[in-house]
């Protein structure tokens, strides 16, 4: 608690508060003590010498009976967080079901994303399956096919681990210019949690999987039937050339059957009852709503490996198998969704995340770029997970640059959109992990800005 | 513990299959006595729908251009176009030719609107399988395999990979069939950037600020959709 004089509002009455002229409201400041109020609306917009003088208004929650245990079963957010949800962009697909919704990253904390703000991707719309009658099959390159009730999966030694799933098309609205003005929008195709389900690895001592098999895919029970190939060791291409060391021999082991997200069923939306976690991979291979789990010896190349999730080259080839979600970072705090409140002490606060492993270090500019601080990173720092960051910034009210840039445990560091551009183009949609800039304006606005000169 | 761990040097190898059935010697090894049931794999078949590039997968039966004529224009070209050119934002099936997608992206013009079957889809089988598994986007897995197959066959000659109007499809016919597109491929190269962790003096000169909002949206997410900025 600090001593530090500030205001809040004598009356917690929203609409009054509302109502008030500036100048009323500040009359009827009042001087206290303790730095747990902070969330007073126009703390900041006082001047630094105002103090609160006015005797405080009893909350009059203090003089009622809330509510009992049990009426609301499940527990909800509070109303005034109604403002807190996922949201898409209309003219992004032409209908929801095939579709994409955002995570607000802006309102995020800690590393966890609530499984109500997960990030939603469907390719034939979200479906409710009884996990009674769901089945898993798997089969191909094995010494015996099997199939599997839920049940009989939870009897499986548990796996858990605490990872991103991103979509690699996060930013992909970018790649010509700015055109989101929210980084809810900017990089929301992201989410984070703790996943638990059954090791793929116990899955094929299970059934016995082939020397042969060189890939597995999954397939989904949705209207898409949506099915994915993920490399084994050994993985070849169509054309007979090997897939990259890291995605053939470290990828598998990671991958989970998933059952359970943040301590509870998986949510309808995110798979339920079961889906395949791939870490570090793009999303689109976590197969929701999972069926069937197949062992071979090439990959499909299946719609959702040449039409889709493909990536468009300046020279006009495309990308395949861009499985890995490379180091990226936004910064959350200040973001276009949060603005700045007066100059003075503030902590700039941000995501970083990497598909290949942990993350090292977060560098933070407030120049554009010229000089970048080591910012703090918070524990815990998992691999493949979100990293929280953190930097104390005095602000000094005039305008800032405000960039975050990320270094995995490989060495990688997080590019600027120059330096993909250069090497890729514009046309490539996917996996767009360049640095973010937000501009801070001397009053506190905070708007998206890319600085092509870096 | 828990043998779970198929280790990158036993895998590929013949000891693998051994590594996967062994027996550990403690009481409390994670082994999957009792877990599940075998299946047959003519159980399987229904299920068992996965086409791979090569056209392994392809099921019996034939279908042909016109026999997919009256299925599209009844079932995919309201969101297709009567002659594959898209609609109401739904991708087109005949987008430019795959010569003329590459000069633009050499121009450094943007290639994402102009794709179609002929310019990005590797494989005629796996065009085949998705019609099959997720179209019409209505009634996904509602085409019976000649259907799929006479459907597969009108979309290959609306989008000019085919140019035969008397067309029949088969598996053989989609095995023999070479997508425009089918080289244009090639697997992950990345990482293909290399940024340095420059700490100070980083930049030269003031940074370029530019700002082109397109077709965006304003910061303002009080509502739950984005709107856009130029308005």
């Known amino acids: 608690m600090s001593d530090k004089n500030i205001t809040v509002p004598v009356n917690i009455d929203e609409q009054a508060v509302a109502n008030q002229t500036r100048r009323s409201f500040l009359r009827k400041s009042v001087a206290v003590a303790g730095g747990a109020v902070v969330a007073a609306v126009a703390a900041n917009q006082a001047s630094a010498a105002a103090q609160v003088t006015e005797p405080l208004a009893i909350p009059p929650t203090n003089k009622i009976l809330g509510r009992g245990v049990v009426s609301i079963p499940y527990g909800l957010p509070s109303k005034f967080e109604a403002h807190v949800v996922r949201r898409n962009v209309e003219w992004l697909t032409p209908d929801t079901i095939a579709s994409i919704s955002f995570t607000p990253m802006q309102d995020l904390e800690g590393i966890i994303t609530p499984s109500g703000l997960h990030f939603e991707r469907h390719h034939g719309g979200a479906v409710d399956i009884d996990p009674k009658t769901h089945r898993l099959v798997v089969h191909g390159l094995v010494e015996k096919p099997m199939i599997f ?84 060791p050994g993985a070849k291409d169509q054309f007979g050339k090997p897939i990259s060391d890291f995605d053939a021999n470290t990828i598998y082991k990671d991958i989970i059957v998933a059952y359970a997200q943040n301590g509870e069923a998986l949510r309808p939306e995110n798979g339920y009852p079961i889906r395949l976690i791939v870490p570090g991979c793009e999303a689109n291979m976590s197969v929701k709503w999972l069926r069937r789990l197949k062992f071979v ?148 606005e905070v708007h998206n800005v890319q600085l092509r000169s870096l | 513990m828990f043998n779970s761990e198929v280790s990158k040097s036993a895998f590929g190898k013949s000891v693998l299959a051994a590594a996967l059935f062994a027996v550990s010697s403690f009481a409390f090894a994670a082994d999957a006595n009792g877990i599940g049931k075998t299946i047959t794999e003519q159980a399987i078949a229904p ?21 997919g004529e009256p299925i599209y224009q009844a079932k995919c070209a309201m969101c297709h176009g009567e002659f594959g050119e898209g609609a109401k934002g739904y991708p087109k099936m005949l987008g430019e030719t795959v010569e003329h997608m590459t000069e633009l992206a050499k121009k450094g013009e943007d290639t994402v609107g102009v794709r179609g079957i002929n310019s990005l889809w590797g494989h005629a089988p796996t065009l085949y399988d998705y019609i099959r598994r997720a179209m019409p986007f209505f009634a996904p897995q509602s085409l019976s395999n000649d259907e799929a197959y006479a459907t597969t066959c009108y979309v290959l000659y609306i989008a000019e990979i085919v140019k035969d ?19 244009n491929f090639y697997t992950d190269p990345r990482p293909d950037v290399k940024n340095a962790r420059c700490m100070k003096d980083c930049a030269k000169g003031d940074p370029v600020v530019t700002q082109m909002a397109v077709q965006g949206v304003s910061g303002d997410t009080s509502r739950n959709v984005a709107k856009p900025a130029n308005h």
């Open chain 2, 47 to 67: 299920w068992n729908i996965s086409v791979h590039f090569d056209g392994d997968g392809l099921p019996a039966g034939k279908g042909s251009v016109a026999q």
């Open chain 1, 149 to 232: 009730t839920i049940e009989d999966l939870k009897r499986f030694p548990q796996k858990s681990g605490f990872w991103f799933l991103e979509c690699p098309a996060n930013g992909a609205m970018e790649w010509n210019g700015v055109q989101m003005d929210s980084v809810q929008f900017t990089h929301g195709m992201v989410s984070c949690t703790e996943w638990v389900g059954v090791s793929l690895l116990d899955i094929m001592k299970a059934v016995g999987v082939k020397k042969e098999a060189t890939w597995f895919f999954g397939e989904g029970a949705d209207g898409a039937a949506l099915q994915r190939s993920v490399p084994l």
């Open chain 2, 165 to 183: 109007d008397k067309l029949v499809c088969d598996a053989s016919v989609l095995k023999a069939t070479k997508m425009p597109s089918q080289d």
């Open chain 1, 297 to 444: 010896d090439k990959p499909l190349v299946t719609y959702q490996e040449t039409r889709h999730y493909t990536d468009g080259m300046k020279d006009g080839r495309f990308r395949q198998y861009t499985l890995v979600n490379e180091t990226n970072s936004v910064v959350t705090f200040p973001c276009p969704d949060k603005k700045m409140s007066g100059k003075g002490s503030y902590e700039i606060r941000g995501l970083a995340w990497s598909g290949r492993g942990k993350i090292k270090a977060v560098d933070v500019s407030v120049d554009g770029g010229k000089t970048w601080t080591e910012a703090k990173l918070v524990d815990p720092v998992f691999s493949k997970c979100f990293t929280r960051f953190t930097l104390p910034w005095e602000w000094d009210g005039k305008e800032a640059l405000v960039m975050s840039r990320a270094m995995d445990e490989t060495g990688y560091v997080q590019p600027t959109l120059k330096q993909l551009i250069d090497e890729r183009g514009t046309s490539g949609i996917y996996h767009k992990n360049s640095i973010q800039t937000w501009k801070v304006s001397a009053n506190g």
